[in-house]
């Protein structure tokens, strides 16, 4: 049974930083590809950042800079540091396993919402 485990999420003033992570189980995890993905209310589920099986990386356009993926795979565990954190970066954080071939094998995070609030 594949599990993916969000954590680290809360309140945290516009300026602030907050660190996520999420550990797997249940896949090989050095195979994935790791992402991270953010849904606010009212919007659609857009791409933050994903990590490759080999380490390569890929950010969303307005989180550039801001943010960093990273990936310990002897802990089968990926990371999102955020910092210059916004109130518009509010919203619930997903993470999310793909296979990098079959793409059948793709799996959802509970998620962990992450608030930016003065």
């Known amino acids: 049974q594949v599990q993916l485990v969000e954590s680290g999420g809360g309140l945290v003033q516009p300026g602030g930083s907050l660190r996520l992570s999420c550990a797997a189980s249940?896949?090989?995890?050095?195979?994935?590809?790791m992402g991270w993905y953010r849904q606010a209310p009212g919007k659609q589920r857009e791409l933050v950042a994903t990590?490759?099986?080999?380490?390569?990386?890929v950010y969303g356009d307005s989180m550039k800079g801001r943010f960093t993926i990273s990936r310990d795979n002897a802990k089968n565990t990926v990371y999102l540091q955020m910092s210059s954190l916004k109130p518009d970066d509010t919203a619930v954080y997903y993470c999310?396993?793909?296979?990098?071939?079959?793409?059948?094998?793709?799996?959802w995070g509970q998620g962990t919402q992450v608030t930016v609030s003065s």
């Open positions: 249940g896949i090989i995890f050095s195979s994935y590809i």
């Open positions: 999310k396993a793909q296979h990098p071939r079959l793409y059948q094998f793709s799996y």
């Open positions: 990590i490759s099986d080999y380490g390569s990386t």
